[in-house]
């Protein structure tokens, strides 16, 4: 198994333009996330879906969308690139909502905007 | 909501010395404590995880505590070796909600020292 893929690894966008993350997984989870991860920040969770076609807010969602059209992928949507969505970004799926249901995480795609 | 404060953001420890991680939490409803290890360039990772009706959980070189009463958790990790350096997460989950309702800590990036 591949786990979690996210493509791609790095991007440099400017203010204005439009771009998806990609987000794949093979391990055959209903629920994937997504998270972004700022120095001293921590991670804070974007979106979230619990399955094919549901999708949620998580705590930070404002400038983002995301779709779930199959239980593989997860991609995330940014409409206007700005400077404050500089960061980490990171694709998460689990078994369950459970949270004794660990996340697995991609390795992340480092995302500038200038 | 909940806020989960991780200290030190950064520690050094000579090779085969222990190493300590603390967090506090701030809701006493938080019954769930995973902590994460990442490697650079990597995603995330479980390594360790403790419920609230536990004290203690060891696996191997790493130990988790948990003292309810204060609101804080440890992460201590013996006999340290090369490829522990990596930055460590803490998080805390509410009782009754799942991941999506898990915060983080803000890391913290543990070198060691040959």
């Known amino acids: 198994n591949a786990g979690v893929t996210q493509t791609p690894k790095f991007r440099i966008l400017k203010i204005g333009q439009s771009m998806t993350l990609q987000c794949a997984q093979d391990m055959n989870h209903n629920y994937m996330y997504w998270y972004r991860q700022d120095p001293g920040m921590g991670l804070k969770l974007i979106y979230y879906?619990?399955?094919?076609?549901?999708?949620d807010k998580g705590e930070v969602p404002n400038g983002y969308n995301v779709s779930r059209s199959t239980t593989e992928d997860f991609p995330l949507r940014l409409e206007l690139a700005a400077p404050s969505q500089t960061s980490v970004y990171f694709c998460?799926?689990?078994?369950?909502?459970?949270?004794?249901?660990?996340?697995?995480f991609g390795n992340g795609t480092r995302l500038t905007v200038t | 909501g909940e806020n989960v404060e991780q200290h030190p953001s950064t520690l050094s420890v000579q090779e085969g010395d222990s190493a300590v991680i603390k967090c506090t939490y701030s809701d006493s409803a938080s019954n769930y404590f995973p902590w994460y290890k990442q490697e650079l360039g990597k995603g995330p990772q479980l390594i360790i995880d403790?419920?609230?009706?536990?004290g203690e959980k060891k696996d191997q070189r790493i130990a988790v505590t948990l003292n309810k009463t204060a609101k804080h958790f440890s992460l201590h990790i013996t006999e340290t070796q090369p490829e522990d350096s990596a930055v460590y997460f803490c998080a805390a989950s509410l009782r009754n909600f799942g991941n999506e309702k898990l915060t983080f800590g803000t890391g913290t990036r543990l070198t060691i020292i040959p």
């Open positions: 403790i419920r609230s009706n536990v």
């Open positions: 998460a799926s689990s078994y369950s909502l459970d949270e004794y249901s660990p996340l697995h």
């Open positions: 879906s619990v399955g094919a076609g549901i999708t």
